[in-house]
């Protein structure tokens, strides 16, 4: 719809900025919208991966990867998920495995000529499984949703873009493909999409 200039609207809006030590405390106890919603994956016939903490859950995520090792997708994203595990190996809550993760991917190169599209199982596991992880936001963030979820965490892809310039003498903003951006957000419990 085109709207004139100068058209005025208001929009409702709520802030959510939890502390790290709110995050931390969340716990892992998720909304029924979130639990059925959150973690399927495609790659592996839209199964689900248990929820972080649950009792056993490695022992179901590893008889989900054998069930379907037959698929050399598979075989990546089982190694890119212990790969996972072995960053994530010390964490005791969602937010501390989100955290160590978050550091991981920051150790990454960012490329953004990187091009896995013509990896022969699939960009995000070639892309997680290459030395130095060459790549940009729209990688990153894929790729640390698909593991938080491996890792029974309720994740999710965002993309938009940054604030721009503001030009004052033509009252306006200036966005362009520069701006654009992608990132992960996370489900806590009690704070809601972060």
């Not at 938080?148 to 306006?172: C, H, N, S, Y």
């Amino acid at each position: 719809r085109d709207w004139p200039v100068g058209t005025e609207y208001r929009v409702r809006y709520a802030i959510v900025d939890p502390t790290p030590k709110q995050l931390n405390e969340a716990g892992d106890e998720y909304p029924d919208a979130i639990r059925e919603d959150g973690l399927a994956l495609s790659l592996l016939e839209d199964v689900e991966f248990p929820l972080f903490g649950v009792e056993g859950r490695e022992d179901t995520v590893q008889s989900l990867f054998d069930f379907q090792f037959y698929d050399p997708r598979v075989r990546d994203w089982r190694e890119a998920y212990g790969t996972a595990r072995d960053v994530v190996a010390d964490a005791k809550t969602p937010y501390e495995a989100v955290v160590a993760l978050e550091e991981w991917f920051q150790q990454g190169t960012y490329d953004e000529t990187a091009d896995y599209s013509a990896a022969p199982n699939g960009p995000l596991p070639a892309f997680l499984l290459t030395p130095n992880r060459p790549g940009y936001c729209q990688m990153d963030a894929g790729a640390m949703a698909v593991l938080l979820r491996m890792l029974g965490i309720p994740a999710r892809v965002a993309q938009g873009f940054t604030a721009g310039r503001a030009d004052r003498e033509r009252k306006r903003w200036t966005l362009t493909d520069a701006e654009a951006h992608a990132w992960v957000e996370v489900f806590f419990p009690g704070h809601g999409w972060v």
